[in-house]
């Protein structure tokens, strides 16, 4: 257990504190100014900018003197250095991505001012080839052209290393990844221009479930890669199901699920962070309806956020929803 984690169930053990109650009932309402809060999300139409653009909304309606205004980016890592740069003050990102960024590896040289208010859902990683084609497992992709997500985004991150964990790079033959988008991705695959596309995002995702009506497909089952990235970085990475139904699909496909932080920077106020969370904790069923179905945020899920250290205005929110 790493010491990151072992301080956060000290704090969340120790319970309900007075003070933290009473800033909580202080702290909604009142007729100060508006805090405008900028909170980096994704591309158009993708499941982060549907995220906050109902965020935004939410909070709008919920009568707090907070402000939220979505901005549109390529996604996590993009987000993770506007977060650091202090572009934004909020951001939603993957957690192999936050990871990378609090330890200053891979992408990032060092590590950038990011904390985490919530893990918010999990996505599922998703690699799909045309139901008709000759290709029924990663290996095959060798030389092939792949659609690995667009460049700054936490798809590429996912994709990268689940095509090196099956070989296919170093002295290996490598597939010819393209940086694409979601949309762009879903077009090409639908053209035969890529021979599989990687996504990582709720179940169902729209644009996926509408390919799936206009070409038959068959999902890769990734699930075993799970140990070896879970070795080589840590336990961001887990065994997830894509269940039959889904995409057409009739039988649940194994592969791996990534989680998604809600970030802040470490100097957004206290008082705007626990009015920010009490907004999610309220709305999480309109915030995640066109995110991800069926799923839940509740608080011991939403603490686990690994290596990203909680904000304090987080782990005070949490304490007083832990008496």
Not at 55 to 65: D, E, K, P, T
Not at 95 to 119: C, H, K, Q
Request: aromatic share 6%; glycine share 14%; net charge positive.
């Amino acid at each position: 257990m790493t010491s990151a984690e072992l301080t956060r169930r000290r704090v969340m053990g120790a319970g309900l504190g007075v003070a933290a109650a009473a800033g909580l009932a202080g702290c909604s309402g009142g007729s100060g100014p508006v805090r405008r809060l900028r909170l980096a999300t994704g591309p158009e139409g993708g499941p982060y900018n549907a995220f906050g653009e109902a965020l935004a909304r939410a909070v709008a309606a919920s009568g707090r003197r907070l402000e939220i205004v979505p901005v549109s980016t390529s996604a996590s890592v993009n987000n993770l250095r506007k977060l650091d740069d202090g572009t934004v003050e909020l951001a939603l990102a993957m957690a192999d991505a936050a990871e990378d960024a609090v330890l200053g590896r891979e992408s990032f040289t060092r590590p950038a001012a990011v904390t985490a208010l919530a893990r918010v859902y999990v996505n599922y990683t998703h690699l799909l080839v045309p139901a008709d084609g000759p290709v029924r497992t990663v290996r095959e992709l060798a030389g092939r052209p792949v659609a690995a997500g667009a460049t700054g985004s936490g798809v590429q991150v996912v994709a990268g290393r689940v095509l090196r964990a099956a070989g296919l790079g170093g002295g290996s033959p490598a597939a010819r990844e393209r940086q694409l988008g979601l949309a762009a991705s879903a077009a090409a695959l639908r053209e035969r221009a890529v021979d599989a596309v990687f996504w990582s995002g709720g179940v169902p995702t729209p644009a996926l479930a509408g390919l799936a009506r206009e070409l038959p497909l068959r999902f890769l089952p990734l699930d075993g890669y799970v140990g070896a990235l879970r070795q080589d970085h840590g336990p961001v990475y887990t065994s997830v199901t894509l269940p039959a139904g889904v995409y057409g699909l009739t039988e649940p496909v194994g592969t791996i699920g990534v989680g998604n932080y809600l970030l802040a920077r470490d100097d957004v106020p206290q008082g705007a962070v626990r009015e920010l969370l009490q907004v999610v904790f309220e709305r999480w069923s309109d915030l995640l309806r066109e995110v991800t179905a069926g799923a839940r945020l509740e608080p011991r899920f939403a603490i686990s956020t690994g290596a990203v250290p909680l904000h304090p205005g987080a782990v005070t929110y949490y304490r007083s929803v832990y008496g």
